[in-house]
């Protein structure tokens, strides 16, 4: 069992936004103003609390996340604004915490005001709880249909002086339709490494474009997707900067994180019986790697041939030559379950064997370009007919 | 009844590559050389006829057509390339016609060869089967997982001497799996006006554009998709030029014809009950306005919600906002089935009304940017759990 980060506290409680008694309010708290680094939803049409946040995180510092799920707080009108920021305001009283140090984060359905009551009535309560032993609360507190919570916690040697341990903890929720109405993920990643600043937004860029970029469950994007990261600080490790010899380390037990939960996203997404990873190899560029991974994941037909455990590769084939990238089809290679499908422009004899692997509940497709150096991994699930029925008949 | 255009004969019948005995190869042929135009899929990897109909239709000029349905002749080698070129060169002798005015079109399944023999028996009673008023049986020689034939014809009389009847016909077969495998679109546009090469392309260009670039079910882009237009000239109108007056009148006839097709497909998209009519007004240029409607009609949100009768906004605006588009949040307007239903970055309140009216088999979906002088149409259809029973369970 991996420790969590030295220096915070959570509470999760049901404050009466969803119907059943479920948690829907959860808070996450540090002891000291934390170095703090975001990543936002690009939808033109962003979400009142990310609005906020856009602005609040650019300060580099911040104490408190306040999330609730059960209600986006998005496009219903400048009451949400003011919604959200009485909300804020109070909880800054009662934790003396700086407003512009409170980060916000909301899911569910769009266009309905936030039940502003209620929550303004339980932060006492959601205060009170707080502790270092509630990770679980707060990470049950922000799921909406995810079928499980999804945390993820690593513990790394830091090099140097004392060689101290630094903790990483991340906890998201996944792709799942809120209501439902829209897919959100958020995440909230903290840590305890000693940190400079331009440090740790750069391994969160990285760290992001290693995962939750490389993620697609429906290809829609959510008003309100947010990834978090604070950093108290408290593990007192020699200080991490972008060109020390420590960074490396951090950044790649931070990205191992981030795609652990990214894999859990996928694997959890709506309705789905299968976590695929698409591997692109041998792109011209970074770029056109994602492309063709972004065009497999998002095709419906490979998703449902997947669910149907059904060989079928010439769905995987048109995806690719649909995606805008440079390549060579006499070069194309393509193996699904480790086995080579098509090569020199000929599919090849494949036996009952991948028939046989394709009934697992994890399938690798590697597509190899050969035109250049790059790679990429991107994670995906398939598309049932339970996705259908989550999504078209639970009305609003 | 609209009269099909001068100069054209059918024929549609069985050669066995489907199992089941339904009709699956299918000829056009023109009593004299036809001005011949195309557009072909963007896929990088392309099926054999459609490599082939590259080089031939540059020559613009084609006297026959020949389509099989049952097998793409798609990604199985070079083998499949000389299964194309034989059959065309028998096919060739059999009607006196020169091979590089034969262009040809597959739709099924991926990866497997033609059966070979089988279309060479057929092809002599092809031939003889050839006649005017054979046209249904060619519609139904194409069809894949399609529900119903779809073909629109149209006269108009072209003005200027003696004010002549110029017919058009469409016959199209929808982006229906085959086998199923891979959604196909196959449009044969025949007419019989006469008129100059560069105006045949330009409207071609023109109306496709306007029609099936504006269309989508899945997403999904075949290595198979193809649009021809063939103009036998027997109308006897006065020629159609580039910039002559009864340019614009053809234009708008073989756009309306595309048009009616492009619903046809949509509204016969795998297992959909809804035609899903998406309109974008105000975009600042014709490419915003059809990444707009794109990001709407390929959001599985969105067409399970229309699946659904779930008057579910919220989906509609992330995908607005999900497309790389300018606009302005603030001056966005969206209404569904004629019902203003957001404005002003504020939702509006909707009766009942809105929710029965989301129970009609066509939904227009509204949506006006405010920010500059383009407007487009787009066409789609809902998604329900019949097509990932479609595209998982039918094994190949």
């Known amino acids: 069992m991996n420790e969590v980060p030295l220096g915070f506290k959570f509470s999760g409680?049901?404050?009466?936004?969803?119907e059943k008694g479920e948690k829907d309010l959860g808070l996450i708290y540090a002891w000291e103003p934390c170095l703090a680094a975001g990543f936002f939803t690009q939808n033109k049409?962003?979400?009142?609390?990310?609005?906020?946040?856009?602005?609040?995180?650019?300060?580099?510092?911040?104490?408190?996340?306040?999330?609730?799920?059960?209600?986006?707080?998005?496009?219903?009108?400048?009451?949400?604004?003011?919604?959200?920021?009485e909300i804020s305001r109070r909880?800054?009283?009662?934790?003396?915490?700086?407003?512009?140090?409170?980060?916000?984060?909301?899911?569910?359905?769009?266009?309905?005001?936030?039940?502003?009551?209620?929550?303004?009535?339980?932060?006492?309560?959601?205060?009170?709880?707080?502790?270092?032993?509630?990770?679980?609360?707060?990470?049950?507190?922000?799921?909406?249909?995810?079928?499980?919570?999804?945390?993820?916690?690593?513990?790394?040697?830091?090099?140097?002086?004392?060689k101290k341990m630094v903790r990483i903890t991340g906890i998201a929720k996944g792709a799942g339709m809120i209501s439902?109405?829209?897919?959100?993920?958020?995440?909230?990643?903290?840590?305890?490494?000693?940190?400079k600043e331009e440090a740790l937004k750069e391994a969160l860029r990285e760290a992001v474009d290693n995962s939750f970029h490389n993620l697609l469950v429906d290809g829609d994007m959510s008003t309100n997707d947010s990834v978090f990261i604070l950093a108290s600080g408290l593990a007192r490790n020699p200080r991490i900067k972008p060109d020390s010899e420590n960074y490396p380390l951090f950044l790649s037990s931070l990205t191992q994180v981030c795609q652990?939960?990214?894999?859990?996203?996928?694997?959890?997404?709506?309705?789905?019986?299968?976590?695929?990873?698409?591997r692109v190899k041998g792109a011209w560029d970074r770029k056109d790697a994602r492309r063709i991974a972004r065009a497999i994941a998002r095709s419906p037909l490979v998703k449902t041939a997947i669910y149907g455990e059904d060989p079928n590769w010439g769905r995987i084939l048109?995806?690719?030559?649909?995606?805008?990238?440079?390549?060579?089809?006499?070069?194309?290679?393509?193996?699904?379950?480790?086995?080579?499908?098509?090569?020199?422009?000929?599919p090849l004899p494949v036996g009952k064997e991948l028939k046989e692997k394709l009934k697992d509940k994890e399938i690798i497709i590697e597509v190899n370009l050969y035109h250049?150096?790059?790679?990429?991994?991107?994670?995906?699930?398939?598309?049932?007919?339970?996705?259908?029925?989550?999504?078209?008949?639970?009305?609003?």
Chains 1, 2 share one sequence.
């Open 180 to 195: 439902p109405q829209l897919a959100t993920m958020l995440v909230f990643l903290l840590t305890d490494a000693c940190i």
């Open 372 to 396: 250049g150096p790059h790679s990429l991994t991107f994670w995906s699930c398939d598309l049932t007919e339970e996705y259908v029925r989550i999504n078209a008949h639970y009305h609003t």
């Open 260 to 278: 652990e939960l990214a894999k859990m996203i996928a694997r959890d997404g709506e309705g789905s019986t299968k976590l695929i990873e698409i």
């Open 45 to 85: 049409l962003k979400a009142h609390p990310v609005l906020i946040d856009i602005k609040r995180i650019k300060n580099g510092k911040a104490q408190a996340i306040l999330v609730n799920s059960g209600c986006a707080n998005a496009l219903n009108g400048k009451e949400g604004r003011e919604d959200a920021l």
């Open 91 to 162: 909880l800054s009283s009662l934790l003396g915490v700086e407003e512009k140090q409170i980060l916000l984060a909301s899911t569910g359905v769009i266009g309905k005001r936030l039940p502003k009551d209620k929550i303004l009535e339980a932060l006492p309560l959601l205060v009170e709880k707080l502790s270092p032993y509630n990770l679980e609360d707060f990470a049950q507190s922000i799921l909406t249909t995810d079928t499980f919570v999804k945390v993820f916690s690593l513990t790394t040697p830091i090099p140097g002086r004392g």
């Open 13 to 18: 409680i049901s404050c009466g936004i969803k």
């Open 318 to 346: 048109a995806a690719v030559g649909s995606a805008r990238a440079k390549f060579k089809p006499e070069r194309l290679e393509l193996s699904i379950q480790g086995i080579t499908i098509f090569k020199n422009l000929s």
